[in-house]
């Protein structure tokens, strides 16, 4: 049998509308992104990255709109180039930080792209989510050989590569509070490095959206979003500092002084949740890679703050009626209670 006619008589799975429903909404969100920067960029190449990422997102949301009305499914509201991004509005961020966002989302969709495809059981939404991970990549190798051609490809610092096999011996190989601490670990640096690099690509992102933003609570919620990144940033440098490894310098990434109207503040609310939730991936995926007691604590402080943050900024955006209602499952009991 035709499996591409067997397919249509089975429902989307949870998960499969879940990670349809969410790649909607996320690529909604940085079209407008990408249709904001395209106005002011200068150089041709990053510009020609960017027009190559807005025609994928466009892609992606197109069908996945086809595909939720032919399965009778509502199409996610979003975002929209008309309402929330002004393109008219003056230049907020540098060329540098487009590539260097640019490359950071490629990343993110990347991981959440191989997810959606682990968690699919349709052979077209493999075959669909796929092809997505398949051009996270390609951007990520476009973004990748701008950056290293242009000297802006940051490296995690070098260490002696290791001549000889060998295995932990004492248990002090766990003590981070108390006792002497051993050398970082290479994946350790590795993961330190990165999470200091996103904080800085974030602080940048949010401190150009405090600028701009209208509402009160909006504003002070992505102050509050800059000052934990810088937080962050710093707790992570010193840690690397503590055993003689410099951090990652910082980019030419601060937003320019304008503060005039260029994104919704539901669009900027919404994005600091998506990257707020990708951190709590990260940080987590660290702390389960670190066995050092101190380093595996940071981890949890900070996700526990995070958490909290993130918290905090869904209730704004419950507010101010701004937080698109995911599919959720039946309430049972409200439809015993209705009869």
């Known amino acids: 049998m035709d499996m591409s006619q067997t397919h249509k008589k089975i429902s989307l799975s949870t998960s499969e509308l879940a990670s349809l429903w969410t790649t909607y909404i996320n690529d909604s969100m940085v079209i407008c992104m990408f249709n904001q920067f395209l106005q002011h960029i200068e150089d041709t190449e990053i510009k020609e990255v960017i027009t190559f990422a807005l025609h994928l997102s466009e892609g992606h949301c197109n069908e996945i709109s086809t595909l939720f009305k032919n399965e009778k499914v509502a199409v996610p509201k979003g975002f929209n180039v008309n309402t929330d991004v002004n393109l008219s509005g003056p230049r907020l961020y540098s060329d540098t930080f487009y590539l260097l966002y640019l490359h950071n989302m490629g990343k993110i969709g990347g991981n959440s792209y191989s997810l959606c495809l682990a968690t699919s059981a349709r052979n ?17 190798q476009r973004t990748s050989n701008l950056l290293l051609s242009k000297g802006l ?66 504003k002070k919620f992505l102050v509050r979003a800059r000052d934990i990144a810088s937080k962050h940033i710093e707790i992570f440098s010193t840690t690397l500092n503590e055993s003689n490894l410099p951090a990652p310098m910082t980019w030419d990434t601060l937003p320019t002084s304008s503060t005039s109207h260029t994104f919704s503040d539901k669009l900027m609310m919404f994005h600091v949740t998506v990257l707020t939730g990708a951190s709590v991936s990260h940080y987590g995926t660290s702390m389960g890679s670190s066995p050092r007691r101190d380093i595996g604590l940071n981890y949890n402080r900070i996700i526990q703050e995070i958490l909290l943050f993130a918290e905090d900024g869904a209730q704004i955006m419950i507010n101010h009626g701004w937080l698109e209602q995911p599919p959720q499952a039946p309430d049972r009991q409200a439809l015993v209670n209705k009869n």
Do not use: C, H
Not at 130 to 140: A, D, I, N, P
């Open 124 to 140: 077209d939404m493999r075959s669909l989510f796929e092809k997505y991970v398949k051009q996270s990549m390609e951007l990520f």
């Open 153 to 218: 490809f940051l490296r995690p610092s070098q260490i002696e590569m290791p001549s000889e096999v060998d295995f932990v011996k004492q248990q002090s190989f766990l003590n981070g509070w108390l006792g002497e601490k051993r050398p970082l670990s290479a994946i350790e640096i590795m993961n330190l490095f990165f999470n200091i690099e996103r904080n800085q690509i974030g602080q940048s992102l949010v401190t150009g959206f405090s600028q701009v933003a209208t509402e009160k609570d909006v």
